[in-house]
């Protein structure tokens, strides 16, 4: 039967899902898949928890929702609370939006509203970096540069906004330069840029602390964002942290950047926020300059009708509780550091994988071409896209995603399974990919 849905794609028909247990989910030929990649990093308890699962139906009992311009509610009001006590900083005010794009969006109007509010008017260009993802709609598309992505758009683009080089040390560290210096020299492209741009018109700076789906999975080097923070301090500019994929628990502390020992002045955190229980994004804003807003004009400039929406806040608590309650976060490290070795084991010598690298259970393999050299595979080989389709018909969901090694090619398979994955499954994890991967480059070859 012809499907009435714009899907992301319209050649194929996609299976039904029918059920998830745990971290598998089920369609309804029968067939089972092992969630290796939470979909795209979203699923961090897996499927059906549930104590998240009767938060929602107590809070729809209760009130599934009351427009934000006549009422708060006491989930939202809880879960601001939680994420304020446990985001590194002084942070006071969180904006409650729908998803990831949403809160990278509400992230750049909130910056330019409270430079606005501190008299700082002239700031309004955004410095971000190549081979980023930041979202979807218009605004966020012009901070993110996923080249592919941007193209059919470019003329509708931003023009106030500017990209450095990622940090990239696959690719980018020179054989004579330690981790340390390669950092360095990566965050100090960002003082040439505001020096270039005008540092008075220079709002934020903008990155994912840990690069997801555009790069393939990269931490940054030791002491980038250390430097980064000094250069954003030192002229006025502020630092905007996406951590839509990376946050939340997903590298082994709920924000990536307390690993980096910085403190942001926004932060954005979506995909784990809520599971995938409901579609929930957060905008944490440092002290600083919320109370800008707050004491200034007390107007929060960029609205959305599913603002603080009482039933996607309860989800969102009850999975936070569980995380915490359960202390998965010590779990997250502890199989992060096996589902590393199973791998590095498994493909550490692999001739088309390149790089293996990754935070928590948030991981990356880089394919090549040829290892030596580092030679990607050719675009239109379309290895990212074989990989994802071979791995789906053997069973496993993993996220493999293409042009993170210059914009234009490179491959990559993005892993990000639920924080309560067993060791066993971790083991059937590595088997189904270990095995999709010689199939689908055999086909190549
Ligand atoms: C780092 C990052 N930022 C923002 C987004 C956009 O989130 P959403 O797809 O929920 O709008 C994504 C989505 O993949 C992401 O990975």
Redesign the pocket.
Same mark, same amino acid.
């Given at each position: 039967m012809t499907s009435h849905i714009l899907h992301r794609q319209t050649k194929k028909p996609l299976p039904t899902v029918d059920k998830g247990e745990g971290v598998y989910l089920f369609d309804t030929e029968g067939n089972r898949y092992l969630d290796g990649s939470g979909g @795209? @990093?979203v699923s961090c308890l897996g499927h059906g928890h549930p104590r998240v699962v009767q938060a929602i139906k107590e809070q729809v009992d209760r009130v599934a929702f009351a427009h934000t311009s006549f009422f708060t509610n006491k989930p939202a009001e809880e879960l601001a609370d939680f994420l304020c006590a446990r985001v590194p900083g002084d942070f006071g005010r969180v904006a409650l939006v729908a %998803? %990831?794009? #949403?809160a990278?969006e509400a992230a750049l109007k909130i910056s330019r509203q409270a430079h606005i509010e501190r008299g700082d008017e002239k700031r309004t260009h955004f410095i971000a970096r190549r081979q980023s993802?930041?979202? @979807?709609t218009l605004g966020?598309m012009s901070v993110g540069y996923h080249a592919q992505r941007r193209e059919p758009f470019r003329a509708m683009l931003s023009q106030n906004t500017s990209h450095i080089s990622p940090a990239y040390a696959y690719r980018h560290q020179e054989p004579d330069e330690s981790a340390e210096e390669y950092g360095l020299r990566a965050a100090r492209e960002l003082e040439d840029e505001i020096q270039r741009v005008g540092p008075q018109n220079v709002a934020a700076f903008v990155a #994912?602390t840990v690069s %997801?789906?555009s790069l393939g999975v990269v931490p940054p080097p030791p002491g980038y964002f250390r430097e980064i923070r000094r250069i954003c301090d030192e002229h006025g500019v502020m630092l905007i942290l996406?951590e839509?994929?990376s946050g939340m628990g997903r590298t082994g502390t709920l924000f990536a950047c307390e690993q980096d020992g910085i403190e942001p002045d926004i932060v954005a955190v979506?995909?784990g926020l809520g599971a995938g229980y409901q579609p929930i %994004?957060a905008t944490l804003v440092a002290s600083k300059y919320a109370e800008a807003i707050v004491s200034g004009s007390g107007m929060l400039k960029h609205t959305h009708t599913y603002m603080a929406h009482p039933t996607a806040c309860a989800a969102a608590l009850a999975v936070q509780t569980v995380i915490e309650e359960d202390d998965l976060l010590p779990q997250v490290c502890a199989r992060g550091e096996t589902a590393m070795k199973l791998l590095r084991d498994r493909l550490g010598q692999h001739a088309h994988v390149g790089d293996i690298r990754g935070r928590g259970l948030f991981i990356g393999i880089e394919l090549v071409a040829d290892r030596e050299t580092k030679e990607p595979f050719e675009p239109d080989l379309n290895v990212a896209g074989r990989v994802k389709q071979t791995a789906f018909e053997n069973g496993l969901i993993c996220y493999p995603n293409a042009t993170n090694a210059d914009g234009v090619r490179g491959d990559h398979v993005l892993l990000a399974p639920p924080f309560i994955i067993s060791e066993d499954e971790l083991a059937e994890l590595t088997d189904k990919l270990a095995k999709s991967l010689d199939e689908a480059v055999s086909t190549v070859n």
């Open positions: @795209a @990093a %998803g %990831g794009s #949403e990278m993802y930041h979202g @979807a966020v #994912e %997801g789906s996406d839509v994929m979506a995909k %994004g």
